[in-house]
């Protein structure tokens, strides 16, 4: 049988219409859908095992505990240990967020080490009798601290340095002691202390908050006092004479000035709210370490090498007060962070160190511990290479082996006796002297932290105050400078969720002020301006806030806004 | 559209919310974020184009500085029970109300991005995907496994953290429990508020906090006379703090909360 | 050069000359096509939309030219149901008009949507409580009825009917141009309505929200009988033009008094329907939702002027115009009233889609304001620049005007 055009083209028409009552067509059409369902760069999420890996959060002194749910190694999500009896599991923003930073696309990896070593050592040798090598430590009281205390004291004119703190240190706070707080805008719900403690202990105590604005601790306490800047230590002596008959009564301030924190001396705070803090045992061979000394202590152009650790973040002391402590001819400015944002913008050479939670570190107890902590941040995330160990680069120029300084610490707080081990992954609490050394550092570097025993009989405690230098008056800028609350730098992408797809937080490229303010100098909400102070200015964006003041501008507490207004409590605003 | 079984306990999954504990810290807007992956904000991203499921709003009782008191309020899907206004509106059936749970769910795979839904929502819990995602190199590690990313041009929003919601089925399948019954879990906002002002239950459960807030005398929702039916109670022992459930005020009486 | 495939009997001008017409506009369309291929590659954030506005100028744009494509299916109502012959004079132009508003607006949709490739998903996953499933059957199938009605006038060209198929195929289609008229009359009933639908069923915007009846809210007659009021004003307008550009009388003067007289019964009935709503929302459907109408209209620009502009300003006066034989009979007046009529239904639809979203729902909302960027309104003028090239290039090689041969006698 012969079959011809005409039958071809019959029976593919006949396919055709029979294959449409199939419904292999009608699927075909459905998968077209996948063209948009994908698109270039879209993520392959991982699988793996889930697990559970503990760390404590180096973020900020508060080391609040952390458990993270881990795809094999590497932490997904990261949660509060829910036990912890002083944290309370309870993690902050920038803690939910921590297992991001290694992926910062602004964190460093790579340094001019070698040059860097190169230049210390040259300087080191090249030092004059009247100049020092000064190590810049912005958290003190970590076992890296230490290894700088003993590096300082090698060398001959070897200088520690550490922001002053009067709270914090050897006096500590104990919330739970206070019957009343006057907190001079201190931000007791926004980055004080460790917030599990802070919100555990409420209850308990009467909160009056006094400050310009309505912070956020502000809208949360018994009492908000709205006071002009200036007038604050008035305010607080008033309501520290009218409560301190009812029980102790905690006076805080956010800058640390003495003179208002100087009230808790005559407001039975001291010996309650305020203890003495006995810090967590050191090796005997240690006791070769320069004691701590403070930037404005020393004399003007003295220092010749600079080195400042910021790998840990803490008080960001303004550029100003440091550069005039430098001598005029090249001075020699290392800085040790994971950001090029903070001193990296003034220094000579930055070197990259490891992030959270890439480190491992001690993290020193908070201000509202009442005794002492040993908790480590354990690396969770495997750190690039390329990067640098502050305390062994600083160790090597002092022939000091720094390499094992953990583990040598935990040992000499084992080999004490004293107080307890929480353990993460089971929620135990085991008397120290009940634990072997080796598992108390192996439970350590599996998430677990240890705190002191309170002392029979407790020392009373000495509040450092130191005497308030007078600033020059600026009257004629019209703006009083308040400061935001805290925020890491770099923190996770994904905080742009406060800082720019919402208006919950300031972000670091604005400022804050009042419509009739804003109006006076012509900037519309999301305009250009510029912030100027006696130290300089700076390119910012304004934000409009009705709650605020007029007379009053809200900066962000970064690096590059604290160093404008760090030291200058005035400022102006010029439309750009 | 999910078609109820009848022998399903059903659960209402809600929230009750109190304001006077907010401290306004942004804490479960980031968990939000990290659960869900929902991606960092683009370059040119505002407070009105970005992808904030669950977003915390400052308010305020209208007065000028210094009797100015103001407050924080967490907004996240209402998952309005009665004639749910965006499942309604969808062209394409991609939003449906699960009867066994209460919880209005998006399919973003099924999203034509019409935004109809968006205009529909008076609670704007609704967002849109206006740029591609795109994390930093390496970041896409960190990504939660449960949850599929979104592509542009779709919308997404709250769904009660639904990846929490089967590990908890399957958690139960593997202990054995009956599939019919419903599940607690906790999704990740009420999980991550450090001052624990939000709590999430069942409201059918009478023994739940929000069940039980849903009663007290300073509970409200939202919009309550839209007669949406939602499942999120706010509370507040304030008046001013109460007076959000309703309308706005006309503007320029001084009154209105104007600011979020 | 082109004279073979203009017809007998009409002049045009010369080629060069128009080319030189359709030049501007082809570099308008070009520029429209640039800024649209924007919006698909680079995605919505090229707009100024955002969560709050999720509607813009695009769908503000496509409700309104389908309101004044309404033209199309009304008059093909009219002339082919109700038998009003004298509208055989303007039907072909109300056809071509027809056919550009809703390609365009067409066109437009899909690039308003996140995923245009997923815009089969309507026809394949219905939701039947949704108005905008049924927006987009009916426009698509209308869409298809107005190309099938376009299609004689095509092939009626004086080349193209020079292929016996195409003269026999035209012949055959327009036996059933009755039933396309009927079909084309009850799609239109039903999108034109249900477009208005689309914002009177939002509970959650109870600046929008209507009562009506059974699963219509009052908006969906509305739209349809302001749809239906503005087409017959909007073929007259055209028309006025087109005679205006081209120098020629195309149609009897009566054929505007006709369309003016229409267009005013009409309108005066929908100004009739639409005081009546505004009443029951302001005092009943509105408070009841907890909104009571008075704050819609304290936040500024949008004052109480917009509410008596639309109704008043731009529906009663045109219709009172419209209706005074006297005033028809003048052509000032009724290309007047005519384009406030157009204008009219266009605030409607501004007040229906803008106004809806720039209002707070929440008491912590701000009033918001929205300005279109330049990639939304290239899009927008790549419609009218494809309307007018579509529409030139008709009444140059198609017979739009059955009665201009008939004109030029005189």
């Known amino acids: 049988m012969t079959s011809t055009r005409r039958d071809l083209i019959k029976f593919g028409g006949g396919a055709a219409v029979g294959a449409l009552l199939t419904p292999a067509p009608w699927r075909l059409v459905t998968d077209t859908a996948l063209w948009s369902e994908t698109w270039p760069g879209v993520p392959r999420v991982a699988r793996g095992e889930i697990r559970a890996r503990y760390t404590n959060c180096s973020l900020c002194p508060a080391g609040c505990p952390v458990r993270a749910r881990c795809l094999g190694d590497q932490p997904v999500a990261l949660f509060g240990v829910a036990d912890h009896p002083f944290s309370h599991g309870t993690l902050c923003p920038f803690g939910l967020a921590g297992h991001h930073l290694p992926y910062h696309p602004q964190r460093l990896k790579q340094g001019p080490v070698e040059q860097a070593k190169a230049a210390v050592a040259e300087a080191i040798a090249r030092c004059g009798a009247e100049e020092r090598i000064a190590i810049l430590d912005l958290r003190p009281g970590r076992t890296a601290s230490w290894t700088y205390r003993r590096a300082a004291k090698q060398w001959k004119s070897g200088t520690y340095l550490a922001p002053h703190r009067i709270l914090g240190g050897d006096a500590a706070v104990n919330l739970a002691a206070a019957k009343n707080v006057i907190s001079v805008g201190a931000p007791l719900f926004d980055g004080w202390g460790t917030p599990g403690n802070v919100i555990a202990a409420r209850d308990k105590f009467r909160l009056i908050q006094i400050e310009a604005t309505e912070s956020r601790t502000a809208s949360l306490a018994d009492t908000w006092v709205p006071v002009q800047p200036g007038d604050e230590l008035q305010t607080a002596r008033k309501f520290a004479q009218d409560l301190a008959a009812q029980g102790p009564t905690l006076v805080l301030d956010a800058g640390e000035r003495s003179e208002i924190l100087a009230l808790n001396q005559t407001t039975g705070a001291l010996g309650t709210a305020i203890v003495s803090r006995r810090e967590a045992p050191v090796p005997d061979s240690w006791n070769q370490a320069a004691p701590e000394s403070q930037l404005d202590a020393l004399p003007d152009r003295s220092i010749r090498v600079l080195l400042i650790d910021e790998s840990a973040a803490g008080s960001y002391i303004p550029w100003s007060r440091i550069e005039k402590k430098l001598v005029a001819d090249n001075p020699v400015v290392v800085v040790f962070g994971s950001s090029a944002d903070g001193y990296g913008r003034h220094a000579g050479f930055v070197l990259p160190t490891a992030v959270y939670p890439e480190a491992v570190d001690d993290i020193p107890p908070a201000v509202d511990s009442p005794v002492a902590m040993f908790r480590l941040s354990t690396s969770l995330v495997a750190a690039p290479a390329g990067l640098v160990n502050p305390a062994q680069f600083i160790a090597g120029f002092a022939g000091i082996d720094a390499a094992n300084s953990l583990r040598e610490r935990a040992d000499a707080i084992h080999k004490a006796g004293r107080g307890n081990l929480f353990t993460y992954a089971d929620a135990k609490s085991t008397p120290l002297k009940d634990v072997k050394a080796d598992d108390f550092w192996k439970a350590l570097n599996d998430g677990a932290s240890w705190a002191d025993e309170a002392p029979v009989r407790p020392a009373a405690p000495i509040l450092a105050l130191v005497a308030s230098t007078a600033n020059a008056t600026e009257d004629d800028l019209p703006l009083a400078v308040l400061m935001a609350e805290a925020q890491p730098t770099p923190g996770s992408p994904i905080l742009t969720k406060l800082y720019q797809e919402s208006n919950l937080r300031l972000a670091a490229n604005r400022i804050a002020l009042h419509p009739s303010a804003a109006k006076s100098c012509g900037i519309a909400d999301g305009g250009r301006a510029m912030l100027q102070t006696r130290c300089g200015k700076l390119e910012v964006q304004v934000t409009l806030d009705e709650g605020l003041p007029p007379g009053v501008v809200r900066v962000p507490a970064v690096p590059c806004t604290l160093d404008l207004c760090g030291t200058s409590p005035r400022a102006k605003v010029v439309r750009i | ?260 | 050069m082109d004279r073979e495939f203009i017809a007998r009997g009409v002049k045009r001008c010369s080629t060069g000359k128009f080319l030189l017409w359709i030049l501007p506009w082809a570099a308008l369309l070009a520029f429209g096509l640039y800024s649209a291929g924007l919006c698909l590659i680079k995605g919505l954030n090229q707009t100024n939309m955002d969560n709050r506005f999720a509607f813009g100028l695009w769908i503000f744009l496509d409700l309104t030219v389908i309101a004044l494509g309404a033209g199309a299916f009304f008059t093909g109502f009219l002339l082919y149901i109700l038998k009003i012959k004298d509208l055989r004079a303007v039907i072909n132009s109300a056809v071509v008009i027809g056919l550009v508003c809703y390609s365009g607006a067409v066109c437009v949709l899909g690039v308003d949507v996140g995923q245009p490739l997923r815009a089969w998903f309507t026809f394949w996953y219905p939701n039947v409580h949704s108005m905008l499933t049924e927006v987009t059957f009916c426009i698509t199938c209308y869409l298809t009825v107005l190309t099938i009605e376009y299609l004689p006038i095509v092939l009626k060209n004086r080349k193209l009917r020079q292929i016996p198929s195409f003269l026999v195929f035209e012949f055959e289609l327009h036996k059933l141009i009755y039933v396309l008229a009927g079909v084309g009359t009850f799609l239109s009933f039903f999108h034109q309505g249900s477009l208005g639908g689309l914002y009177g069923v939002l509970r959650g915007r109870p600046f929008a929200f209507r009562e009506g009846f059974a699963v219509w809210p009052s908006t969906f007659f509305l739209f349809i009988i302001s749809a239906a009021a503005v087409g017959p004003s909007f073929v007259l307008l055209t028309t006025w033009l087109v005679e205006k550009i081209s120098r020629k009388k195309l149609v009897k003067p009566e054929v505007f008094s006709l369309l003016g007289r229409i267009s005013g019964l009409l309108l005066s009935v929908y100004v009739l329907a639409k005081t009546v709503d505004t009443l029951i929302w302001i005092n009943r459907t509105s408070p009841e939702s907890g909104f009571p109408a008075a704050q819609y209209y304290s936040w500024q620009p949008f004052g109480t002027w917009i509410l008596f502009a639309e109704i008043v300003l731009f529906g009663l006066v045109p219709a009172l115009m419209l209706l005074a034989p006297q005033l028809r009979a003048r052509t000032g007046w009724l290309v007047t009233a005519a384009m406030m009529a157009c204008c009219g239904v266009a605030l409607n639809r501004f007040v229906m889609t803008v106004q809806t979203l720039a209002l707070p729902t929440l008491s912590f909302d701000r009033f918001l304001s929205y300005f279109p960027s330049w990639q939304e309104t290239g899009t927008f003028l790549a419609v009218v620049a494809f309307g007018v090239l579509v529409y030139s290039i008709s009444f140059r090689y198609f017979q739009l005007f059955p009665s201009e041969r008939e004109l030029r006698r005189f």
């Not at chain 2, 210094?66 to 062209?91: D, I, K, L």
């Not at chain 2, 009478?206 to 007290?216: E, R, T």
């Open chain 2, 1 to 260: 559209m999910i078609g109820p079984n009848k022998n399903v306990k059903a659960a209402r999954y809600g929230m009750t919310i109190d304001v006077d504990r907010c401290s306004g810290c942004g804490a479960c807007m980031v968990a939000c974020a990290v659960e869900n992956n929902v991606p960092p904000a683009h370059a040119n991203a505002t407070d009105r184009t970005g992808l904030t499921w669950i977003r915390v709003y400052k308010i305020d009782n209208g007065l000028p500085y210094p009797e100015t008191r103001s407050a924080y309020v967490p907004v996240m899907c209402q998952h309005c029970g009665n004639e749910t206004p965006c499942a309604h509106v969808c062209p394409q059936q991609a939003v449906d109300v699960d009867p066994a749970t209460g919880v209005v769910g998006e399919m973003p795979q099924r999203c034509l991005g019409c935004r109809y839904c968006i205009a529909a929502c008076p609670y704007h819990a609704r967002y849109f995907n206006w740029w591609d995602p795109a994390w930093p190199a390496g970041m896409e590690k960190a990504l939660n496994p449960d949850v599929t990313p979104r592509m542009r041009g779709v919308v997404e929003k709250c769904n009660f953290c639904h990846g929490r919601w089967h590990a908890a089925k399957q958690q139960a399948a593997a202990d054995g429990k009956p599939d019919t019954e419903p599940v607690s879990y906790t999704p990740a906002c009420a999980e991550a508020c450090p001052t624990k002002a939000i709590h999430f239950g069942d409201l059918n459960d009478p023994a739940s906090l929000p069940a039980q807030a849903a009663k007290q005398g300073e509970s409200f929702r939202m919009l309550e006379k839209l007669n949406t039916d939602t499942k999120i109670y706010y509370r507040s022992k304030r008046d001013w703090v109460r007076r959000i459930a309703d309308a706005p005020h006309p503007a320029g009486t001084g009154k209105e909360n104007q600011r979020g």
